[in-house]
């Protein structure tokens, strides 16, 4: 689960400095990454209530079930919130958890999507800034200071564009 999440970041990250270097619109990504990030945690949300019968059956997935239902009952919200942007390894297994639980939709989207919406201001802000600075022309500093990164976004700017070196400035 915790793999998911980091590919996520990585794709956020390397959007966010893509837009730092004029390649992508700023708004239009943030915006499709705010409205997008929620979806498959709320379509996670909802298979495990689909799932719950069969997760409730007696035995060893009723215990486990039964001790998440304790779990959300004492946090809730908060716990959801919480794994969105801080303990972002959760994040996957807590939308299960709450949906089985039976946190209803409402109180999870409240605590899910100002969560999501943070994660992904942190990280597509960290993307930006490190492309407007790898690619910023009027200080000769940057060039000596980030010169992996310029050299790693032309490279992939290359690959995408067929080899067409004039696509991505160096």
Not at 87 to 110: D, E, K, Q
Not at 135 to 163: D, I, M, N, Y
């Amino acid at each position: 689960m915790a793999a998911g999440t980091v590919g996520v970041s990585v794709l956020l990250i390397s959007a966010g400095a893509l837009t730092g270097t004029g390649h992508l619109q700023l708004v239009e990504m943030a915006t499709a990454a705010v409205v997008g990030a929620p979806m498959g945690d709320i379509l996670a949300f909802l298979l495990a209530r689909r799932l719950h019968p069969w997760l409730a059956r007696p035995g060893r997935r009723g215990a486990v079930l039964a001790r998440a239902q304790a779990l959300v009952a004492r946090r809730g919200a908060s716990g959801v919130f919480l794994s969105r942007w801080l303990i972002t390894p959760l994040g996957p297994a807590s939308n299960y958890v709450a949906g089985a639980a039976g946190l209803s939709l409402p109180r999870f989207m409240a605590a899910s999507v100002p969560g999501k919406a943070i994660w992904v201001a942190v990280h597509f802000t960290f993307g930006h800034r490190g492309g407007v600075a790898a690619f910023a022309e009027p200080k000769r500093r940057h060039r000596r200071r980030w010169p992996w990164l310029r050299r790693l976004v032309s490279v992939f700017g290359r690959c995408s564009s067929g080899g067409n070196s004039a696509a991505v400035p160096y």
